[in-house]
């Protein structure tokens, strides 16, 4: 099948069950699985897939920005290639990461290629404060560009999310979300919620933000950390998950009262250095690497069992 032949047969595919849900406690949850594929770009696209397949995940969070697996500037020749190569081995590509910020044409371009690929969500680029407008100003001055980006997507089909990412960004206190996307439907454009970054920011005050803005989320980033002390400087530094900072009983017990049933994204941003060898084959470095990431899925899952996620057989 070549590339016209599968974006064709993808369009023609129908509609999927929703990906995101509120309020539902079903018997048994079937919750997307899905891997950041940051730090796997290092390989191609059919070597990714597999990798990611080995591993257990039922999709791929392809990085399409500047410098990810595939570039802006190619998204229409190279995104149906790796989005094949996941299929060819039974995975789906229903999120990307993205530098996406505003409604232009290279964004719609992206958006629109991305669609008609069967991607449903895909992570915004980051937003700043100008600290001569000041935060509230700033938000302000950000409202209508995030309703015209919200816009877009609408007409389009597909559902934006911006991440909560630690620092002095937009997003990092959680709260001036709620302020930005006032009036704008999760289903257009959301949070992708991260814990890591909520721990890091709100120390054990994140409950608190998570509440707030939880009709607004639309997709789970999972990843943890340690605070490191490098000389005189803290450092949030990534580890495996489940042995860092977070605690993610209390985290998957509040996304069940809430009932938030949305795509989950595995970010494994830890280094792997230390398990490879300057002598390694390649082929022993993807087999090295798919023994993480699958380490990394499956204390995800078993943490979700212990606070009362009834997961599918196959999860």
Not at 50 to 58: E, F, H, I, P, T
Not at 76 to 91: F, T
Request: charged share 25%; glycine share 8%.
């Amino acid at each position: 099948m070549n590339r016209r032949e599968f974006i064709t047969a993808l369009a023609a595919a129908g509609t999927m069950p929703p990906l995101f849900t509120r309020g539902m406690h079903a018997a048994v949850s079937t919750f997307q699985f899905n891997c950041f594929t940051k730090h796997l770009q290092w390989l191609d696209y059919d070597e990714t897939a597999q990798v990611l397949k080995a591993a257990g995940y039922d999709g791929a969070d392809l990085t399409v920005r500047a410098g990810g697996h595939v570039l802006p500037e190619r998204v229409e020749e190279d995104l149906p290639i790796a989005v094949q190569a996941c299929a060819a081995v039974g995975l789906r590509v229903p999120m990307i990461v993205t530098d996406v910020t505003r409604a232009d044409p290279g964004a719609e371009r992206t958006l629109r290629v991305a669609k008609k690929l069967s991607v449903h969500i895909y992570r915004m680029g980051y937003l700043s404060y100008d600290e001569k407008l000041g935060i509230e100003g700033s938000v302000a001055q950000l409202r209508p560009q995030l309703q015209d980006l919200a816009a877009l997507n609408r007409e389009i089909g597909i559902t934006g999310a911006y991440q909560n990412h630690a620092g002095a960004r937009i997003g990092a206190a959680i709260w001036d979300l709620r302020s930005l996307l006032r009036g704008i439907e999760a289903s257009d454009l959301g949070i992708q919620y991260d814990i890591k970054h909520a721990t890091a920011e709100g120390g054990h005050s994140w409950i608190l933000g998570l509440r707030l803005v939880a009709e607004h989320i639309n997709c789970l980033a999972v990843k943890d950390f340690l605070w490191q002390k490098n000389g005189r400087v803290w450092r949030d530094d990534p580890v495996p998950l489940g042995s860092g900072m977070v605690d993610y009983q209390a985290f998957f017990r509040a996304i069940k009262e809430l009932g938030l049933h949305v795509p989950i994204t595995v970010h494994v941003e830890y280094p792997t250095a230390h398990i490879l060898s300057p002598t390694d084959s390649h082929a022993l470095k993807k087999e090295k690497e798919i023994a993480v990431y699958k380490r990394d899925l499956e204390v995800t899952k078993e943490l979700m069992r212990r606070a009362g996620f009834n997961l599918k057989a196959d999860s």
